[in-house]
């Protein structure tokens, strides 16, 4: 339904990042008490997590609440924080909605979107205890927090996103550019390598790269 997420993450791909390793991650440096950004987790539909939900439930969602124009924050029927709250509390680690959230508030230049019960870093804090093994959105916070500025913040969530899947060829791409914007160019080169010895077809990170004078062969 959707295209890119990240520098060539697919929606389509990012359902196969199933792996085995349990890990508790919380979001850094931001003290959020689990109830100030809902705990426990319930819906009168879902939650489940995108990873191993059904199609039928994804559609649901992503029929009315998180399409095609969601996704490219065009405004629809409903306001965009209302579609968006509605999309992370039926999937809080729901890739490309996690994506377009960073986007908007980047956009909007705020930290805490209108019509939306919880901050932009609280949904990353749901994802992080609802998900702890999905290496997404840590990776997503990361690249965020990096264009914010809060560079230790950020090389904080794409460390734990690294421990959490390194072996994905998107991954490693994203995590990239995550590093890239971190200005952590030896950390980087090690992912775009990898990402690019498993055949990732995008040169984007390779170019940006060469243009900091951080490439090499």
Request: proline content about 7%; hydrophobic content about 45%.
């Amino acid at each position: 339904m959707h295209g890119v997420a990240v520098g060539g993450l697919k929606r389509a791909e990012v359902r196969r990042f199933c792996v085995s390793l349990l890990m508790l991650i919380a979001f850094p440096a931001s003290s959020l008490a689990d109830d100030a950004c809902g705990n426990p987790f319930e819906n009168a539909f879902g939650p489940w997590d995108y990873r191993t939900a059904t199609a039928a439930n994804i559609s649901v969602v992503e029929r009315h609440h998180f399409t095609d124009g969601m996704a490219s924050l065009r405004p629809g029927q409903w306001p965009l924080g209302a579609d968006f709250s509605y999309t992370l509390r039926v999937f809080p680690n729901h890739p490309q909605a996690l994506l377009s959230l960073t986007r908007l508030a980047l956009r909007d230049k705020s930290t805490w979107i209108p019509y939306m019960p919880y901050s932009v870093e609280c949904w990353f804090d749901r994802a992080a205890r609802f998900a702890p093994n999905d290496p997404i959105p840590p990776m997503i916070a990361g690249i965020y927090l990096a264009r914010l500025g809060r560079t230790a913040e950020a090389l904080a969530e794409l460390d734990r996103s690294a421990s959490l899947g390194d072996d994905d060829a998107n991954l490693n791409y994203n995590l990239g550019l995550g590093y890239l914007e971190a200005k952590k160019y030896d950390k980087a080169m090690a992912h775009a390598r990898k990402a690019y010895a498993a055949g990732f077809p995008l040169p984007g990170l390779r170019d940006r790269l060469t243009k900091a004078g951080a490439w090499k062969e």
